[in-house]
């Protein structure tokens, strides 16, 4: 029962994880339906960002004062990560915003390659594992009979929190209303006097805010962090939003826990062991795409008019 | 008119691409005297090759192998051991992969006047190295590479040798796992150990033949789990192994995944010493996350204790390359001092020609003598004579020697 309880509470901490990533993919697609296959690497170079933050721009005396760097950190990488997601979108997507579906797909891999190897060869030492700076209290929650790190515990309140935010953002505030109006019909909305580009800026900013903080807090939990953490936890993401019903907000963050929850108690309870834990994420998704291809939370596709 | 600009800007950058390719990315240079006024270096020259990943997250042994190569080379060059011809070193990196591995092999047996082979550091990669060279005849040392069957075959009980063209200068996880598991049950007195491996042909071996010994000397393995190549990660496999209540892990793979696996078992509640082989043995396990009291298997004696490597560490350090010699430094610079000797015994007063491959093969199998890791010779299946295994342990934030000897039958 406690391996149950303990696997459960693992999961819900790779789910939040996840689903800070996904919530920039399932925006970015409800806004103009394109899959940014390089918000992981977004997440990447947040953690970075926040890397370099800590090595190069805080004093030595500081660092140890986790209320000080963790939010120093923090701002580094939100920094780092929205500009590059604002030059990716100035440059990369924008000019291919009337272009068939697939050029800006295949311009997000691209993308997605030149950040990987961009700060593998540019970051010093970026070419193997980084050691990561655990910016908080380093100390055990016991919550009955589970354990978790005090980073853990951060990491999942932080995540439902930002994902409430957000979903009020959108929901009551008046740029909110112009990215649901954008997602809905872009045409009516710029009848409407809503201007799409800086809308479109707005849901690229957010969903790399949001990246920028899960790679923080990410690297401090983990304690090492390499280039090829964007793409792997950039497919989990791009699964739980596809889970969860593209599109939809509430949607990504549920389908990022659920997935958090599949890896480990599959790799617990499944036949194959740990090894297989990311088999049974993907037959999953595969299941859902076949029966239900909108997702939990999404609509059935519909025509534009 | 926007058309036209784009075709141009097309074509130059076609033109461009087309020169870049054609450039030689060759790093030998012709023959000629040069720089060497001593030597006679007349006839032309040879190529030592390194296949190691370079880069990538085991960089810092495969540099440390790629120098301390290029270290035998250079003090060849100076003493002019091949007489006639100048030395070259000719590294490719592999990055741990099977495929860049092979290509490499191919590129370097396609290139004429290779004497022979340093590689490779992965047991995995040396797989689909061995058969290249094999067929090209040529001769390879592996400084690293410790799976039994590399040298005896898939079967344990029945060992037949692979290729006549393989040899390795390190002693062999057949033995490196039974010295482990003496040391962890006997002198460590762990009696339950849980084992985790990366699920790679070293990680799996070497796991092997730990469970065999530890079980006859009386311990129990409480649960066996695999963890992916690219995991970060191990909550999952952690908690799998919490409830078997563990008093060790042994761990089967490499350091950029074993020290956070060793940090998260803290973090977890599982305060266990952490056990692994030559893999784990780098100062780097312990900046990513190994803890004081981790043990690692290493082959061969501590390099600062023998005397025969104080030669190799002080002309390693006097050269400053960026990167230490790690590990697999001085079976690296045995390796290469292997097949430089093996070369001049065959070329004395000839000239080369590739047809001396095989000959080159046979001189390394008969070489006998003494290099920085102690004396250096091969077995009838190209496994090195010198069998030395030494315990490391975390102490005070670097690894410490605890425990050097021969592992006895």
Known sequence: MTTLLQQIANGLVLGATIGLIALGYTMVYGIIQLINFAHGEVFMVGTFGGLAVWRWVLPEDVRDDWYISLPAMLLGSIVVAVVIAVLMERFAYRPLRNAPRLAPLITALGVSVALQEAVRLWFPDADAAQPYPRVFIESQIKIGPVELEATEVLLIVVSIILAILLQAYVNKSKLGRAMRATSQDPDTARLMGVNPDRVIVVTFILGAALAGVAGVLYGANINNVDTAIGFQNGIFAFTAAVLGGIGSLRGAVIGAFIIGLIKTLGGQYLPGGTQYDYVWIFVILILVLVFRPQGLFGEAERVRA | ?409
């Open chain 2, 1 to 409: 008119m926007r058309n036209q600009t784009v075709k141009a800007a097309a074509v130059v950058a076609a033109g461009l691409l087309l020169l870049s390719a054609c450039s030689s990315n060759k790093t030998e240079t012709p023959a000629g005297g040069g720089d060497n006024q001593a030597c006679d270096t007349s006839k032309g020259t040879l190529i030592v090759g390194v296949i190691a990943p370079l880069s990538g997250e085991l960089s810092a042994l495969g540099k440390g192998i790629e120098n301390s190569a290029s270290l035998a080379v250079d003090q060849a060059n100076e003493k002019c051991t091949i007489d006639g011809y100048k030395l070259q070193l000719q590294a490719e990196d592999d990055q741990k992969t099977p495929q860049l591995g092979a290509q490499a092999a191919t590129k370097l047996s396609s290139t004429p006047n290779v004497i022979g082979v340093v590689s490779t550091l992965n047991s995995s990669v040396s797989q689909s190295v061995q058969p290249v060279f094999d067929q090209a005849g040529i001769l390879q040392i592996s400084p690293a590479n410790t799976a039994d069957a590399l040298t005896k075959g898939e079967d344990p009980n029945n060992p037949k040798r692979a290729y006549s063209t393989y040899f390795r200068t390190c002693t062999v996880d057949g033995l490196q796992g039974p010295y482990a598991a003496d040391y962890l049950v006997k002198d460590a007195g762990k009696k339950k150990i849980a084992i985790i491996t990366d699920g790679l042909t070293y990680g799996e071996g070497l796991a092997d033949s730990f469970t065999a010994r530890a079980t006859t000397n009386g311990a129990e393995i409480v649960t066996r789990q695999k963890i992916g190549e690219k995991d970060t990660d191990f909550s999952g496999v952690i908690a799998a192994i919490k409830p078997s209540a563990p008093d060790a892990l042994y761990y089967g793979g490499q350091y950029p995944q074993a020290g956070p696996l060793s940090k998260q078992l803290a973090s977890a509640g599982l305060d266990i010493p952490v056990m692994g082989g030559d893999g784990i043995f780098d100062p780097e396990y312990i900046k990513l996350g190994g803890r004081e009291g981790d043990l690692a298997t290493s082959v061969g004696a501590p390099t600062e204790e023998l005397d025969s490597a104080k030669a190799f560490v002080d002309a390693y350090e006097a050269k400053g390359y960026a990167e230490s010699f790690s590990a697999y430094g001085a079976f690296s610079y045995d390796a290469a001092n292997v097949i430089i000797a093996s070369a001049a015994k065959v070329v004395e007063g000839k000239e080369w020609s590739d047809d001396m491959h095989k000959d080159v093969v046979t001189a390394a199998q008969d070489y006998s003598g003494e290099g920085a890791t102690g004396p250096v010779g091969f077995d009838e299946y190209g496994d090195s004579k010198n069998k030395t295994l030494t315990v490391y342990q975390v102490t005070s934030g670097a690894w410490k020697s605890v425990k050097t000897g021969e592992f006895e039958g």
